[in-house]
């Protein structure tokens, strides 16, 4: 990701992710789950309902603790 991140011209994927926050926050998007309006009771069956068969297109095999990880950090 790091690569990535400087390709697009970021000095690190920290950056890049401070930037599309302020793009997201601009366009009035949410960037919290919470924003999003899902309470923190329901990240139990997001996780469950997140493995669509479309998840078997993901390049990297995904988990429920991986998915429970980027949840957490998406919850505030």
Do not use: W
């Not at 469950?48 to 297109?57: G, L, Q, T, Y």
């Amino acid at each position: 990701m790091e690569m990535f991140a400087m390709t697009c011209g970021f000095d690190s994927i920290g950056e890049m992710i401070a930037q599309i926050t302020v793009l997201k926050k601009r366009g009035g998007l949410p960037c919290t789950l919470a924003e999003a309006g899902i309470d923190a009771d329901m990240v139990e069956l997001l996780i469950r309902e997140s493995f669509h068969p479309v998840m078997n297109n993901n390049p990297k095999a995904v988990t429920e603790d991986d998915l429970r990880t980027i949840y957490a950090e998406l919850a505030g």
